[in-house]
């Protein structure tokens, strides 16, 4: 089989289970995807530039990096604590067993739980903690969505350059 078919079905993989990742907390989505396009940069099929290659580089850090900051600035936004948003991410966790709605409603679930743990059982202020966590859960998970559907559409783009 020749290597640049190879190279090119590794980096469609890669931007596949970065995709997956987006939603997976244990993936890395953003920097799986941008292996993809390093992958498909060393294809002759695919005509990723070096520029292109260090700019999506620079948004799957920075988007990684982002993914991690807005959950906790929106739980502290909204009152929550660091409980509030280590309950969202055991929630989507297995949320994802659940299903579609699972995913969506798990987070929200596991914030709010965690949060109730955090406070020992007292419920003042903890809906809108759990919603800060659940809002900054969704905003990273958006970018990381957005980040790696971008690498995905470049990918497919170089094939027809």
Known sequence: MNVNLILAIVAGLLLV?????TFIPVLPGAPLGWLGLLAAFFSEYC???IAGL????????????LDNIFPILMTKKFGGSKT???GS??????????GPVGIILGPF???LIGELIHRKGE???VFK???????????????KIICVLGFIWYYIVSFIK
Not at 89 to 98: A, C, E, P, S
Not at 129 to 143: D, E, K, P, Q, W
């Open 109 to 111: 679930a596991g914030a």
């Open 47 to 49: 005509k990723i530039s």
């Open 54 to 65: 260090i700019i999506t580089g620079i948004f799957a850090v920075a988007v990684s990096v």
């Open 89 to 98: 991410t055991i929630g989507l966790i297995i949320g994802f067993f659940v």
């Open 17 to 21: 289970i970065g995709f997956l990742g």
């Open 129 to 143: 903690a759990g919603l800060g966590a659940f809002v900054g859960f969704l905003t990273g998970t958006g970018l």
């Open 123 to 125: 419920t003042e202020g």
């Open 84 to 86: 509030a948003v280590t």
